[in-house]
């Protein structure tokens, strides 16, 4: 590219879980990075792998985020202002409770003009950020190079680190 | 205010983080040098994002106005 890439910053990124709450950080930071002609790499490890599947279908899981706080994405302001206690017990127990949270979540994501997951990933991709999928993940969860998106690179730990230690900023997602 | 006479404008107005920034880039990728944006956007962390990106980038940020609930830019690609 330019002489001047030795001057240019670069970001290292693992991306190890894949709720569509944690899917939000890599994809936001990469996209960003880049706008910034930041040179990026995301290594999708574990969970993380999920998210470079042709078709994304990340869930979020409220029970397992006491922090989350749940407010409807729909009605009149003061109803929207509304935290509801949700007890672990209804949260662990109802059944599809998840697949709600996931579209309340969706919509009020739609409603403050936050882009999607697959509207980020398109972008990275645009933007030259390298994708690359664990191998080890790949071999233990059963999944072949055809569930994937075009353009990933897959690799190990070992290759993801000489990435890293060459990088500016380095984050564990 | 001065006036200026933008050669593209963005309307950014509703987006969130990080679409007003990762939306300028797009746009001043397809700009010639020295030409003109004016981007437009409810965020009100657009305008640290806008500084920080101009920053980074070295294009030339050369006025940020903030209007009602509206933060106006004018950049200048370099």
């Known amino acids: 590219m330019s002489e001047t890439d030795n001057q240019r910053k670069r970001m290292a990124l693992i991306a190890s879980k894949g709720t569509l709450d944690w899917a939000y950080p890599p994809f936001i930071l990469a996209s ?60 662990g127990n109802v059944p599809g409770f ?24 398109d972008i990275c991709i645009e933007s030259n950020v390298k994708l690359i999928g664990c191998q080890m993940t790949m071999d233990v969860f059963g999944f072949s190079k055809d569930d994937f998106i075009e353009g990933i690179d897959v690799a190990g730990a070992a290759t993801f680190l000489e990435f890293a230690a060459e990088s500016d900023i380095q984050l564990f997602i | 205010m001065t006036e200026y006479q933008e050669d593209q404008y963005l309307d950014c107005k509703g987006l969130s983080c990080p679409l007003p920034i990762l939306k300028t880039k797009k746009i001043m990728d397809t700009m010639n040098t020295g030409e003109l944006l004016k981007m437009v956007s409810t965020d ?35």
Do not use: C
């Open chain 1, 32 to 91: 960003t990075a880049a706008a910034m002609d930041m040179e990026v790499g995301i290594f999708f490890t574990f969970y993380g792998l999920t998210l470079l599947k042709k078709k994304l279908d990340a869930k979020v899981a409220p029970h397992t985020n006491p922090a989350m706080p749940m407010k409807m994405p729909f009605g009149p302001a003061g109803f929207q202002n509304i935290e509801w206690p949700m007890p672990n017990i209804i949260m």
């Open chain 1, 98 to 121: 998840e697949t709600m949270a996931t579209s309340l979540m969706k919509k009020t994501f739609k409603n403050k003009g936050v882009a999607t997951i697959e509207e980020l990933r």
């Open chain 2, 44 to 78: 009100p962390g657009a305008i640290n994002d806008m500084q920080a990106f101009t920053r980074r980038t070295g294009h030339e940020l050369l006025e940020s106005i903030s209007e009602g609930g509206d933060y106006i830019f004018f950049v200048r690609k370099t």
